[in-house]
């Protein structure tokens, strides 16, 4: 840091602006960088620094300068703002998406509630998923994990909660995608609760079926409902003839209900015949009006489903063929999606040019962990579905890549995944190096603010090092690290590293800090997970964050990056 400040100064001991100016263009690579800027964030430094020497002072020492590159307002590691195209259909997009939102903990017995609705829209996630069963009394609605212990919380809550938070982070459309084990009755009740409780916010497609989907921008501050149509309930004890295909996983994880489209229709068309021959029959009144009823509240309901849900019929491959005239959702569990990357992937591809495809988490994650979403990603697959109360690397990487295009919840698929450059992308295919990333680990700082005095070593300071690698294709994946700084709070490691990178579109920055323990397992010290193609070029600040994704109130390396 000396050095470069000292080039910049002229070796002289103060930074005046138009020092600062040349540092933020050339070094920084802020081609746009004005004198004002440098004027503006030299005040900035000295309002924090020295309430009174500012007024006198229009220059920045080595250690206010030091304070400036630290300062994660005035010098960011990622690009500002939403920046990217939102003009093209949804399917174009990885979504934020989480997976049983309402939970507050494990999958098997934890509560129900609309806190981890709200936290999650607080942080940027565009779809939220809500299971729906009836009550105990049968005469209303509630989201909870279905034949589980978990405790339910009332669909109306949610629904409020997400009008209310829906875009305090983004102000790019909320999915609520609804695992419905409704009755027709309660379905019709869902549709009047969706629509009084979102009144305009409610996006309402024109038609039932589309050839393509809006785009983010189009839908700015809408919510919009996803999926499977309704089914006419049967009154009757007969089991479904699919039922025993279901596997035990997907019936005990709340798989979406099958789809008997073609047996329900069939039978409605018998109960229309029955009462064109006896429409004054006084004795089929009650039932007809029952039913009526029924017809228009699923009509409703059904009307509202902007965003239709895929039955799964005749294999993987037919699931996955492309109707040019209907785009839809698919979901898969990560089990299915792996074994279908495998024999189908370029399929897979092709159809999440134009169709979205969710993948959710197999059902033994019972504490609520995650999977790798980058296999997800490499193929298109827009809505990842996450447990965001859990913690891990998975969940780093998630949260990793929404940072991007200022963390508004909708990320621009490459075009080579999109299909504009007239190719199917084969995430297995060796690829050559398209730009290499240099990563410089200067220094450390803030965790003697942030943690007790013995938190890592009961009679010394800490001593740290840092991991830093790369999550991409195959091709892309490695991990270093750096040497161990015995005793000190503030470690300086000077070190750099090379990540040539074949897909840099896809690649995530990983960055972990741990104190080395001789005799247990080292401590965790913080992590950041950075989208590559967003990095600013220069020397910048990493806050650094907690298991959970919390971002510490101090803890920050000083890095630089390059691109050669």
Known sequence: MKVVFGKYTQSGSLMASNQLHQFLVQFQ????ATLHDAERIIEQIMHRRHH?????????TFDDFLQFLFSEDLNPSLKSRVHQDMTAPLSHYFIYTGHNSYLTGNQLSSDCSDIPIIKALQKGVRVIELDIWPNSSKDDVNVLHGRTLTTPVSLIKCLRSIKEYAFMASPYPVVITLEDHLTPDLQAKVAKMVTETFGDMLYIPETEHSDAFPSPEALQYRVILSTKPPKEYL?????????GKESSEDETWGREIPDLREELESCEKRISVCIEKNPDDDGDTSDYDIRKSQQLGQTEYKRLIAIQAKKRKGGLKESLKVNPAKVGRLSLSEQAFEKATISNGSDIVRFTQKNLLRVYPKGTRVNSSNYKPLLAWMHGAQMVAFNMQGYGRALWLMQGMFKS?????????????TGECNQIFDPRARLPVKTTLKVDVY????????????HFDSYSPPDFYAKVGIAGVPADSMMKKTEIIDDNW???????FWFPLTVPELALLRIEVHEYDRSE??????QNCLPVAELRSGIRTVPLFDRKGEKFKSVKLLMQFQFF
């Open 235 to 243: 009154d009757s004890t007969k089991s479904f003839k699919d039922k």
């Open 405 to 417: 295009n200022g963390g508004c919840g909708y990320v621009r698929k490459p075009d080579f995944i």
């Open 443 to 454: 220094m450390g700082d803030g965790w003697s603010l942030d943690f007790d005095k013995t």
């Open 52 to 60: 009174i020497s500012r007024y006198t002072r229009h220059a920045l």
């Open 490 to 496: 503030t470690p300086v490691w000077d070190t750099e």
């Open 29 to 32: 690579g802020e081609k746009d």
């Open 521 to 526: 397992k080292d401590d965790f010290g913080g």
